[in-house]
């Protein structure tokens, strides 16, 4: 590397700093579509139909290539890996400017699918790398809380851009955006070991604790075979959806179940989303606290997601409520409880698995969040065609404590320590 060797503390929250600004980056690229759907799918002539099919396609390859990226992160590095996913991402949502038709903007959203799954594996194991125990929830948090920020910085900025140059060129501004991240990340993200700019006392930190732990090597495919990754599977297969449905699903709830104008709606989708960042952010720190403290890192994550579990009925008030008013502020409370939950849920892989297979690790896991939302995106179209959304909220009550019980059945003993024998 070619850095000047001038010292700087405290480089890990540079490096947190950029994870964040890629997730955010990684959310506003794939809004553009939904901000602009309207729009688009009148220029182009595409029925309803079309249009979740290509949405579908965007599910389907995003979980597809969780496997594969968790096993090029592992093996290139997140340096290179995490590069490689923002060019590749970025060029695919370029060149939804090009398309003319359901089947060229099938195929865009496809490889944008398969670009940005890259991302969320690559900061699991950047956090692994560059974060101690006790702080790895609170900097996973950060990239939790960045997902948020892109979906409420999203509407306006791709709006004005709509206003000024048209929908085209949208996705060409937002898909350059990418490349100004990029020149700043490869100028700065290097392993600790090898970082020209870490200061004696971090360096001290981070071998402190596990970051540079020794355990037996594991061959990824001997993940499968840990009930401790079925056990992050089922979790987020199970909750998940959650964070799927308010993300696709919730401006058309309040349209057309509460009668929100579209102003409205502009006025109110961005403030469940702000509370998703506090959750991410409190869930985080929490757990860090109780680490602090003593506490075993599994567990203290547990203990965070044990209340957050038990605050997901009141997604039963949000259909039941005449008043718009309570139900939001429902969809708030779940919101912030959902991503203190998945922020400690996403910090166990750091806390369960050695580093050098945690990028595998976390594609695995990852992918029963998007099979998750793709099961579950489906059911909720039929449900709601057929019956109501009502059946769909009380579903999702339950959905985290469900989760939380297959979780604890699954590591009954401490999944680190099994997979350290």
């Known amino acids: 590397m070619n850095m000047a060797a001038r010292l700087i503390p405290n480089i890990r929250w540079r490096i947190a700093a950029l994870l964040f600004a890629a997730t955010v980056i990684n959310y506003i690229d794939r809004q553009t579509l939904s901000v602009l759907a309207s729009e688009i799918t009148s220029d182009l002539g595409l029925n309803d139909v079309e249009y979740s099919?290509?949405?579908?396609?965007?599910?389907l390859c995003y979980a597809g290539m969780y496997i594969v990226w968790g096993r090029i992160i592992d093996r290139w590095g997140t340096r290179a890996a995490l590069a490689t996913s923002m060019v590749w991402w970025s060029l695919a949502n370029a060149a939804h400017a090009l398309t003319r038709n359901a089947l060229g903007l099938g195929i865009c959203r496809a490889l944008l699918g398969m670009g940005e799954s890259g991302n969320f594996l690559a900061a699991e194991k950047a956090i692994s790398e560059w974060f101690p125990p006790r702080e790895r929830g609170f900097a996973n948090g950060l990239v939790n809380a960045a997902a948020s920020t892109g979906a409420i910085l999203a509407p306006p900025l791709i709006v004005l851009i709509f206003t000024l140059w048209g929908w085209r060129i949208a996705f060409v501004v937002t898909g350059l955006v990418g490349f100004i991240w990029l020149a700043v990340w490869l100028r700065w993200y290097w392993v600790p070991s090898r970082h020209a700019r870490v200061t004696q006392e971090e360096r001290a930190l981070l071998e402190s604790g596990d970051t540079a732990r020794t355990r037996p090597r594991i061959h990824w495919i001997s993940l499968f075979g840990f009930r401790q990754t079925w056990a992050l599977f089922g979790a987020r297969l199970l909750a998940d959806p959650v964070w799927w449905f308010y993300l696709f699903w919730l401006p058309k709830y309040?349209?057309?179940?509460?009668?929100?104008?579209?102003?409205?709606?502009?006025?109110?989708?961005?403030?469940?989303?702000?509370t998703a960042d506090l959750g991410a952010l409190a869930g985080g720190w929490l757990s860090g606290r109780l680490i602090s403290r003593g506490m075993a890192p599994v567990r203290a994550r547990k203990w965070v997601m044990l209340p957050a579990a038990a605050v997901m009925p009141l997604s039963l008030i949000v259909p039941g409520s005449d008043s718009a008013a309570v139900a939001v502020a429902a969809i708030c409370i779940v919101t912030f409880a959902h991503m203190a939950w998945k922020t400690n849920l996403m910090t166990m892989t750091n806390d369960i698995y050695p580093t050098a297979v945690v990028g595998s690790a976390a594609g695995i896991v990852g992918l029963g969040s998007s099979l998750g939302g793709v099961i579950f995106t489906g059911i909720t179209g039929f449900v709601v065609e057929s019956y109501s959304y009502g059946m769909i909220f009380f579903v999702m009550g339950f959905m985290h404590p469900v989760a939380l019980a297959v979780l604890h059945a699954l590591t009954p003993h401490g999944v680190e320590e099994e997979v350290s024998k």
Do not use: C, K, M, N
Not at 53 to 59: D, G
Not at 257 to 271: N, Q
């Open 53 to 59: 099919q290509v949405v579908q396609a965007f599910l």
């Open 254 to 274: 309040l349209s057309d179940e509460r009668g929100f104008s579209i102003v409205a709606i502009g006025l109110t989708t961005w403030v469940p989303f702000l």
